[in-house]
């Protein structure tokens, strides 16, 4: 069975996977969703769980993508360095089993753009460009636990900066002296904008965000302190994003209520920008890989 | 036995408390530390720790403050509001029992200024007034866990901000994809200059940090993580710090190792501030305000 007969795309994460199968013609057939991310596969585990998504979505060739190519990994996908194209991509897959099992590679960067990593996104950007989803030349700004902000030149991905977002808001719920007051993960109420506008007004986050803690002990709080801190913290995220690429157009890739976030925050900032769901971009990046393999 | 002959000042916080005691011409006796904080002392077990201050101490009157009155210590001593002065906390102490055993209030702060608490540092700040180891107005910056901005007028604490950079720190080394690389608690050396440098010049945290992983993976670290990381941070809370009020004398006031470095980040941004040592500024404090008893 070559590629051309259908395949199965998977991007597979530190805490969950999602598997899609396609037909030849690149429709969809199947797919699944479960938490059989990095974290929860034991030692020497991936070929079980690859196994195990052969069983469900059918016995065909296998592409890969994500966290999958880590060093905590199924096996290291040495990244590909930026300036990267897909044909970059495809070139340096990871092959697991030539032409029937193969890791993405993620992408790097070095020098005086800064250090910095994605493993994941690639795929997705590269995905809606070649869809046509997003122009060939913008920048991309994909929220998730590690947010980034891609500059995309003709089609390649031409560099990036990571933000720490969406893991510093988590490391604030779950265990900071914030924690009993961050409930849930926010939504795009008022709270949420007041927090966009004092983080685009330049307002420290470090000072900002113990505000939480100080009207609460002193009784004015106001809305939801999740939605308020998550502003504060995307508001951040946002005006470092639009200050490194301006003048270019934007793009939103990634989870829908991400995705819903980062609009009400850069509409805070005046800007707008064309959303398109990760799942669908991704997999029409891996369609776009596999014609080339 | 009044206070004039003598007495026990407590500065106890969430993770450990510091007891002196002080002879009726304000001579330290004799002290301890240990690490009976809030956190450590059984439900309705302040009795019995206090008792045992005493008998380590001696049998005197008792001046507390910090954690221990708030809402999760021995008793909730209500916030004085600033701007607030020594004669201000010495009427506000709540009494466990009169005339023997009190509680300093903290300080909060409501409108315009922004909400913002303290509970411990306004001893210490007040106390190095009195004891003219800072001017009277200045501006004292009290590092820590929930580092402080002070603004001090005609000696009273006017008005302050608290920056969360301490436990962010501390956040990112035990819980953050960063923990692996975030052992100790850095220097200031030359990775940590480079941090404050970095936001000092205004580098979105969100992001610098993440590049601490980056380099990381790429093999490009250079100098200690955790000292860089404490840059960043601790030059994010200075470059905030020294914006609030521009152009007034600077003051550091805190445990040592704390306040060198902020000292190094100040010099980074061409300030420079005396060093008061915490521990001395609280007994001044607690000095003055028994003299008011």
Redesign the interface.
């Known amino acids: 069975m070559s590629w051309r007969d259908g395949y199965i795309a998977v991007d597979w994460g530190t805490t969950n996977r999602r598997a899609y199968a396609l037909d030849g013609s690149r429709n969809l057939i199947d797919s699944f969703e479960d938490e059989l991310g990095l974290l929860a596969v034991p030692s020497g585990g991936f070929e079980a769980a690859a196994a195990d998504i052969r069983e469900r979505l059918g016995d065909r060739p296998m592409l890969l993508a994500g966290m999958v190519g880590s060093?905590r990994g199924w096996r290291e996908a040495p990244?590909a360095a930026a300036p990267a194209g897909a044909r970059d991509l495809a070139e340096a897959i990871a092959w697991i089993e030539p032409g029937r099992t193969g890791i993405v590679p993620g992408v790097?960067?070095?020098g005086a753009a800064?250090?910095?990593?994605m493993r994941g996104e690639e795929v997705q950007v590269l995905g809606a460009v070649a869809a046509g989803l997003v122009p060939a030349d913008c920048v991309i700004c994909h929220p998730g636990t590690?947010a980034k902000w891609i500059l995309m030149e003709a089609g390649r991905i031409a560099s990036f900066?990571?933000?720490?977002?969406g893991?510093?808001f988590s490391?604030?719920s779950?265990?900071?002296?914030l924690a009993d007051q961050l409930e849930g993960d926010g939504a795009a109420d008022d709270a949420f904008r007041a927090g966009v506008a004092e983080a685009l007004a330049g307002r420290?986050?470090?000072?900002a965000?113990?505000?939480i803690?100080?009207?609460h002990?002193?009784g004015?709080e106001v809305g939801d302190p999740a939605s308020y801190a998550s502003g504060l913290?995307v508001g951040?995220?946002v005006?470092?994003g639009l200050g490194l690429y301006p003048d270019r157009p934007l793009a939103l890739i990634g989870r829908p209520e991400l995705c819903e976030l980062y609009r009400a925050a850069m509409a805070e900032a005046g800007r707008e920008a064309p959303e398109v769901d990760g799942a669908e971009a991704f997999v029409a990046g891996m369609n776009m890989l596999t014609q080339m393999l």
């Open positions: 060093n990244y790097s960067q070095r800064g250090a910095d990593v590690h900066r990571t933000m720490m977002t893991e510093v490391l604030l779950k265990h900071s002296i420290e986050l470090l000072s965000l113990f505000g803690r100080a009207r002990l002193l004015e913290l951040s995220d005006r470092a």
